[in-house]
């Protein structure tokens, strides 16, 4: 299970990954943050969903543990893009 800390880098490099172009108000900034949180949470896009996002998109392609470790990878990699 991916735990999210909460700290908006996933959202604030949208320009990444083409998933999420849609999303992105044009510098790579999720449109719907607001400081590190999703000001639509609870309305937000399946792709945004870790868990739903996995049955829907990723399922067919690869394991949840593969998975859950891809999304801690790049979890991992977008911290340190941070620094």
Known sequence: MFICDKCGMCCRNL???EFYTDLDRGDGVC???KGNLCSIYECRP?????DDSYEIYFKTVMTREEYDRKNQKACEFLKQVKE
């Open 31 to 33: 449109k719907y943050l």
């Open 46 to 50: 399946l792709k945004c969903r870790i």
């Open 15 to 17: 320009q990444l990954s």
